[in-house]
């Protein structure tokens, strides 16, 4: 449960806190606020003059963040000391001199060298500060479980298997952070197959939303404007977590083929043919460790306002219509990667304005409804509530339940939607 103390609280913490977060202002910023939020992170808040109090407790402290933005140069001094004491306990310090910015979508980290290192972020993203967070807890999780005082003096063979042992530390901690970097490049590299902006116009508003569990995400989105008459948009989650999941996702999005051209003509597949054709494509790879997926595919025509709707063992696509309950639109189609002759059906809804559809992947399913025996699947109260918001309203609504409801370790799965409203 993720606790947060005022920042004229002294006492030192009586359990471990992940994140002690050192300021002269009022309050933590917003942007880190919901940082530590979304990944469950405990947090203490303290002034920066209070901090010798909090000498003593130390010990249940995982990293500390100090926000030197604007501080006076009176307090410079005290600045150091405060590095200085942290230094000497080996807590890993992430000095914030400067304003969050928006998030980047590569940057490069230097190369660490101890444990107890202290970074100063001049200008930074959200995704920089997690990754320092996290590589802070990480050392400092582990350093912790090594902290043993000899009871006697060593003999020679205890000191070489110390040093030994240490030295095997030492490559295990350079590995982990090795693995680190190469998962968070890799998440980058994932979310570079995203489409970088949505093809709004004057009839057709879009919203999407990507939150992957880890660095990597085993969903996947798209919007395609297929030509001026149709855009083409899905969402699929391979079957399982990681790099696996992810590596799934990328042949995914190159397999989805919504046309084929020939010469100079081209013909639009239709939801039900690019299903088939993606589902005989990954059955035919013969992916090992049981790689299968799920997806919806969705054709919207811009003109006529017609969708076509095609999926494979995903949850329903959802039609928001207005003064009227939400709906589930129904269509058949078995996993992808499964069924090497798999059948897929599709079904056309004719769309009206003030419309609103919605994709999503299963991890968002307990946020907009759950299934029941007698009833069947029932929409929550509040996503019903949802209903007279914007489509962009719409989800950073559901943005904002995923982050403040409280899920153990085990149920975190990724969370991706692509909504619609017809203005």
Known sequence: MVKTEAATVIEAPRTYKDILYLTDQPDMAPEIKRLLKQHKLSYLILSLDKFHKLIDGLDLIGTVIID???????????????????????IGAIILSGKVQMPVKSFSLAPVKSFAMTTTMESFSVDELWTRISLNLAYRKKSAGLIVKPASTLSTDQKIYNNKLADQLHMTGLLVDNLAEQLRMAGLVQRDFLPTQLPNTAEVRWAATFLPAEWVSGDIYDVVRIDEQHIGFYVADAIGHSMPAALLTIFIKQALVMRETVDRNYRIFSPAEV???????MAGQRLSGYQFATCCYCMLNVKTLQLTYSRAGHPYPVLIRHNSEPEQLEVQGPLLGVFERGEYTQRTL???RGDKLLLYSDGAESFIGGFDDTKGFTFSDEFCEMGGLSISELMDRLNALV??????QAEIDDITAVGLEII
Do not use: D, H, P, Y
């Open 68 to 90: 030197a933005a604007g501080l006076a140069v009176s307090r410079q001094q005290l600045l150091a000391r405060v590095i200085e004491s942290l230094e000497m306990r080996n």
């Open 275 to 281: 299903m088939k054709n993606l589902n005989t494509r």
């Open 350 to 352: 004719q769309l009206q």
């Open 403 to 408: 982050q403040n409801k409280k899920t153990s």
